[in-house]
């Protein structure tokens, strides 16, 4: 085995998609399934130059179905993989991101958001959070990061592997075009030396020892018979995935304590809106950014507390209303207006959030 | 050197106006300061106006494109149309004088318009390789985002291992990059 890819703490200057590449490696991965699709492309270049540096495996399937079945089956193995789409590759995995929900398999996908629907454009958007939170047939038991750097895009691909390894369900790393091809520093580091674990993985099938005599039988299945089978089993997964998400939700805030407006957006936009905050504050205005940093399962109860003093929300993204929803269905009741700043699509500047609240007044 | 600059860099593909990009915010960051750098992109696999947003600050970068830029390149007709979105009353447009019929197109809005010859001094006293070399120093002139010395580092470490086979090339391209940031000093004597 070849040495460790990341040693120490090393200052990079690289695009998104090389640091979830480089992420995937320092994380112990041990494979990639992939299929081709822009922006996410350089993922599976930079993964395939690395990996067999690193006695670490990739294969190239025939379309996104078998990229999302054969990174379940790799998973099944006892092996950590993952796989990485965009767009329309995104709607086609969702058959296997489905049954990874139904059977608990700790898979993890890297998402590059790219304009929808359809084909589209190959460049940017934020519309593929409905999909990635609640796509397939299915409850949308999913665990989704929606990272805003290449900090957060090193840190949470490295996590989402102990995420998805620790409470067994499919896991997001929801990015977007923008920052899978823009270049900026990140630090890069090995996870052990700062103290985190991979958490350990395990063979699903094919467990050592005879079945029913060594061990209990392994007993996978995505087919029911009855309706009440099947009930029983979502349930068991609702429970399973609402006891966790406590443990699971994160968030960032910026000067919310006394914030009259408070500006709420994810992903690459929270860079644009903690712009907004500082450059609002300057003026004078009570402004603040509430960041979910977890959309599936979603920060609800520090998102009350960040806006349990506020007038208004607005709410920024880059989809005409996908976060929208998604708040709007956790905060049922608050009496907080919500104001809509939709660009679906589009980038969105600090000056452009900054010029909406100031005419607004 | 403190003020953070925003660029637009536009051509045709094969000007090389990635590549310059790609150069300038390296050696921003190999001196410790905060770079960002995107490319457009789309499905084209060739002809299409190419554009560069780079930002180099001393602090984190927000949004990684922009609506107006501190500096505009444009080297192409096409570019310059393009290019106009991108200009208010605080931009530094520059094109080459080369291009012909876009008198009308010139921003109307901006700072200041500089027509620089470096297609020109790219054919007839350098090298068209080095063309992009030549914008580089201009740009470099223009914003003072890295000295020219790290400038020239950043241009060996990229192509070093050319210069190797060739050291003529080395001088080649620090004497573009010297002669582009002379073509834009003379606007701001």
């Known amino acids: ?361 | 050197m403190a003020k953070e600059y925003k660029i637009a860099l536009a051509g045709e593909g094969g000007q090389g106006v990635q590549s310059v990009a790609g150069i300038i915010v390296e050696a921003a960051n190999d001196n410790g300061r905060e770079a960002l750098y995107i490319p457009n992109f789309g499905v084209e696999q060739r002809g299409g106006v190419s554009i560069a947003f780079v930002q180099i600050a001393d602090e984190k970068i927000g949004s990684p494109k922009f609506k107006k830029a501190d500096i505009v390149i444009a080297l192409s007709d096409r570019s310059v149309r393009r290019t106009a979105q991108y200009v208010d009353e605080r931009t530094t447009f520059v094109y080459d004088s080369a291009i012909e019929g876009v008198e009308e197109d010139l921003p109307k809005n901006a700072a200041k318009v500089y027509a620089i010859p470096a297609i020109d001094v790219a054919k007839n006293e350098l090298h068209p390789r080095v063309f992009n070399i030549i914008i580089m120093g201009a740009v470099i002139e223009a914003t003072k985002v890295i000295t020219l010395e790290s400038a020239k580092q950043a241009i060996e470490k990229k192509l070093g291992y050319k210069f190797e086979q060739d050291p003529k090339l080395r001088e080649l391209n620090f004497q573009a990059l010297e002669k582009g940031a002379e073509l834009v000093r003379q606007f701001n004597k």
């Not at chain 1, 329309?88 to 398999?105: C, D, F, K, V």
């Not at chain 1, 949470?156 to 899978?180: C, E, H, M, S």
């Not at chain 1, 919310?256 to 690459?268: K, L, R, S």
């Open chain 1, 1 to 361: 085995m070849a040495d460790k890819p990341i040693k120490g703490e090393k200052r990079f200057f690289v695009t998104g998609n090389e640091v979830v590449a480089w992420a995937a490696l320092a994380a112990d991965v041990d494979i990639m399934y992939g299929y081709p699709i822009t922006p996410q492309n350089e993922i599976m270049h930079y993964w395939t130059r690395l990996a067999p540096k690193y006695g670490r495996k990739f294969l190239q399937t025939e379309d996104e179905i078998s990229a999302g079945f054969t990174t379940c089956g790799g998973v099944f193995s006892g092996a950590r993989a993952f796989t990485a789409t965009a767009g329309p590759g995104n709607t086609l995995m969702q058959e296997p991101m489905s049954m990874a929900e139904m059977m608990r398999i700790p898979a993890v996908f890297v998402i590059t958001q790219r304009g929808g629907p359809s084909t589209a454009t190959v460049i940017y958007s934020q519309q593929e959070v409905t999909l990635t939170c609640f796509g397939g047939n299915g409850e949308g038991m999913r665990i989704v990061y929606s990272p805003g750097s290449h900090q957060d895009l090193y840190d949470y691909t490295i996590k989402a592997f102990n995420t998805a390894w620790k409470y067994r369900f499919p896991t997001f790393v929801l990015g977007d075009g923008y920052q899978a091809k823009m270049r900026e520093s990140v630090i890069m580091y090995d996870p052990e030396e700062r103290g985190v674990q991979m958490e350990p993985t395990e063979k699903i099938v094919g467990k050592e020892g005879m079945p029913g005599v060594d061990r209990e039988p392994a007993h996978l299945r995505n087919t029911y018979n009855t309706e009440e089978e099947l009930n029983v089993v979502v349930n068991e997964l609702v429970d399973a995935f609402w006891k966790a998400a406590p443990e699971i939700v994160e968030h960032q805030e910026f000067n919310c304590e006394d914030a009259d407006i408070v500006i709420v957006a994810h992903g690459v936009v929270t860079r644009a809106a903690q712009a907004a905050v500082k450059e609002l504050r300057d003026q004078g205005k009570k402004v603040g950014h509430f960041r979910p940093i977890t959309l599936r399962p979603y920060p609800i109860e520090a998102m009350k507390k960040a806006i349990a003093q506020a007038k208004e929300i607005i709410l920024v993204e880059s989809a005409e209303g996908q976060l929208d929803k998604l708040v709007k269905a956790e905060l049922y009741g608050s009496k907080v207006p919500i104001t809509p700043y939709f660009r679906p699509g589009m980038g969105i500047t600090s000056e452009e959030i900054v010029e909406f609240i100031n005419k607004k007044g």
